[in-house]
């Protein structure tokens, strides 16, 4: 290599490491989603102590107009709406001629020094570039706290935005634990700073129904309140009689009107779940005549104990029956009774109704199923869950909705007209799709956050973990699958052991992040490296709203190797620019310790491994500890 050459690169490498400083310099753009497509521009929008906002006159905004004026005023500014004045601050413009480009949920935003300029088809459209635009705007402009007098600047760019897919969902599990009226607004609200579409209501389960039906009063009468546990579920001891079940919680009618209102207001459908014919315990508990097992009189909603042995893989092998009975005709006027209230309220086109994880064990004794299997020539116990969700399909049909379940509700066959949420796996969704189901995709791999999102020593013990890294490679269209069926994709907060909004959100965020990009961002806009710093930079926006998050991306992944007697402990940073501090000796670690360099042996006695992270001479991750004994059980 010749000198010239030589002096190129270094002015290359130069050049691309101010390119990567650029990016992560604080007043960069970092927007999430990563819009289709971006241009800056020279200039800079400097928000005015005098704002104006115009807006389309006749139309419905829902909660566009009051978001802006809401974090525009608590900087101090005045803000004052006009119609359809080309001299305002900030223009909401709906287009005369539609935008080909941008669908129902597109925008284009202009930020330009004096003037914003958003223009969607729809108003959905007006509310995500809303929220794109306050994403320019510094973290200030989330603070709970007034920030008068903060003056804010926005970069000048060019935007053209729309999404990937059309569903755009978090699923939240209200039945584990109870989430207040005021709990679940602020869930949807903090969803829709990331243009999600739907929120699935996970309303019933073994732990509780949630959702008051006037002519089944028993349901929330009984079904709606447990003996409260407090510690790790699934180990807790069964609730005796005379414990009170002063745990729990239900939506009236009037308090679902204002659910679906608040989130209609952000563009957000609520997809109401009533899951049957499994889970249904605290159904069972409130009308025993439903179960087509003996004893079930006596069964009470369950608060946390183990009903389900999964020793032997799935279907799980039920210690107590959890179903509604295929073979009951009772069963059916009751779900008649349900999903006519449920479709009375929710004004979304499909009602779920799960059907996941039904144990086959009861059944399979059941004489009652037994008569009804020979009755209609059913010849196993899927083709039994099949018979059960077509009478079910054909009442929700009655009622003009349409059914959804999860993937379970193939197995024995189900009618063309019925759609999917593909949980184990992709597969499922894939196969689906070819036969011209329509599906939604939200595969364990990628979209559970329940799961752990860092190191077992930091988390809540879940047995299984989702990385914000794996979250992040989530595809809601995957290879194979027919792209015309899929839906979109959508992430599952199951609630065993998030008993608290602080917890939900904690284990919703940063990975709810990762969906939102992978169900919005085309493919090539994806790029790990600059989501992991935009993320970083979100941080900033979750600690001024004080919505709370997990920072386990500081936290490095370990893992164990056994070789020749000897064990190996490797830790690998899930970010760049980590150093990482480690000790054995019992003491915290800092960075005068020594820093990881290579995989560390374990000294002879030592009976502990503490580990922090720094960024340069900040502490930024949690301190790990992790005993040795554990450390060696993780050898795989
Ligand atoms: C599920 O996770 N059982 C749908």
């Known amino acids: 290599m010749n000198r010239l050459n030589k002096l190129n690169l270094t002015v290359l490498a130069l050049a691309i490491s101010l390119i990567s400083t650029a990016q992560q310099k604080p007043n960069a753009i970092a927007l999430i989603p990563e819009p289709v497509s971006l241009t800056e521009q020279n200039g800079v929008f400097v928000l005015p102590q005098n704002v104006t906002i115009s807006v389309p006159a006749k139309a419905d905004l829902g909660h566009t107009y009051a978001l802006l004026k809401e974090r525009i ?41 004096g003037k914003v300029t958003v223009k969607a088809n729809k108003p959905a459209g007006l509310f995500y570039g809303v929220q794109t635009f306050l994403q320019l705007l ?30 755009r969902g ?18 949807i609200d903090n969803m829709s700073r990331f243009k999600y579409n739907m929120f699935h209501f996970h309303l019933t389960d073994d732990e509780g129904w949630r959702l008051q039906i006037k002519s089944l009063p028993r349901l929330t009468e009984v079904g709606a309140w447990r003996v409260n546990k407090v510690g790790l579920f699934n180990t807790f001891t069964p609730p005796t009689p005379d414990e009170p079940k002063n745990y729990g919680g239900y939506y009236t009618h009037e308090d679902i009107k204002e659910l679906v209102q608040y989130a209609k207001d952000r563009f957000i459908n609520i997809v109401p779940e009533i899951d049957v014919p499994g889970h249904s315990l605290a159904a069972i508990a409130s009308y025993p005549e439903l179960s087509c097992t003996e004893g079930a009189d006596k069964y009470q909603v369950r608060s946390g104990e183990p009903i389900m042995d999964w020793s032997h893989g799935a279907p799980p092998i039920a210690m107590m029956d959890n179903t509604l009975c295929p073979a009951n005709e009772k069963v059916y006027g009751f779900m008649d009774k349900v999903i006519t209230e449920v479709a009375q309220l929710f004004p979304f086109p499909y009602i779920h109704v799960g059907g996941d994880e039904a144990p086959h064990n009861f059944w399979e004794k059941s004489a009652q199923v037994k008569a009804l299997m020979k009755r209609e020539k059913l010849t196993t116990i899927p083709q039994v869950q099949a018979y059960f969700e077509k009478r079910l399909e054909k009442i929700v049909n009655a009622k003009g909705k349409k059914l959804m379940g999860w993937d379970e509700i193939l197995e024995g066959g189900i009618s063309p007209t019925a759609a999917l949420m593909s949980w184990r796996g992709e597969q499922h969704g894939i196969e689906a799709s070819k036969s011209k189901h329509y599906v939604v995709m939200s595969p364990t791999q990628f979209t559970y956050i329940d799961y752990m999102q860092g190191d077992i020593s930091t988390e809540v013990p879940i047995y299984a973990s989702l990385r914000l890294s794996q979250a992040y490679k989530f595809n809601p269209v995957p290879e194979g699958a027919n792209a015309e069926y899929i839906l979109g994709g959508q992430a599952n907060l199951w609630t065993e052991n998030v008993s608290n909004i602080r917890q939900a959100e904690y ?9 939102a990009e ?12 600059k989501f992991a ?28 190797s056994k070789k020749e007697g000897e064990y190996s402990v490797t830790l690998t940073p899930e970010i760049d620019g980590l150093d990482i501090y480690t000790s054995f000796d019992n003491s915290a670690p800092d960075r005068f310790y020594p820093k990881y360099s290579r995989p560390l042996q374990i000294p002879k006695d030592a009976n502990e491994l503490r580990i922090i992270t720094y960024k340069g001479k900040k502490e930024i991750g949690r301190q790990m500890t992790i005993k040795v004994a554990d450390l060696k059980k993780r050898v795989k």
């Not at 903060?150 to 059309?166: R, S, T």
């Not at 978090?170 to 869930?187: G, I, P, Q």
């Open 73 to 113: 005023a608590n900087t101090g500014a005045t803000v004052q709406e006009q119609k359809e004045n080309a001299g305002a601050t900030i223009s909401l413009v709906l287009n005369k001629s539609r935008d080909s480009r941008l669908g129902d949920e597109g925008y284009t935003l202009s930020v330009a020094p």
């Open 138 to 167: 510094p973290a200030q402009i989330e603070s709970v706290e007034r920030v008068d007098g903060v003056q804010l600047q926005a970069p000048a760019v060019e935007i053209v935005d729309y999404p990937k897919v059309g569903w």
């Open 170 to 187: 978090l699923m939240l599990d209200v039945s584990r634990h109870f989430f207040t009226v005021d709990e679940v607004k602020r869930y």
């Open 507 to 515: 284990m919703t965020w940063p990975r709810g992040l990762a969906i």
């Open 518 to 529: 992978s169900v919005w961002s085309p493919l090539d806009k994806k790029d790990w490296k």
């Open 533 to 560: 710093a935009k993320t970083e930079r979100f941080f900033d926006r979750f600690n001024a709203a004080e919505i709370k998050y997990s920072p386990a991306i500081y936290d490095p992944i370990v893992t164990v």
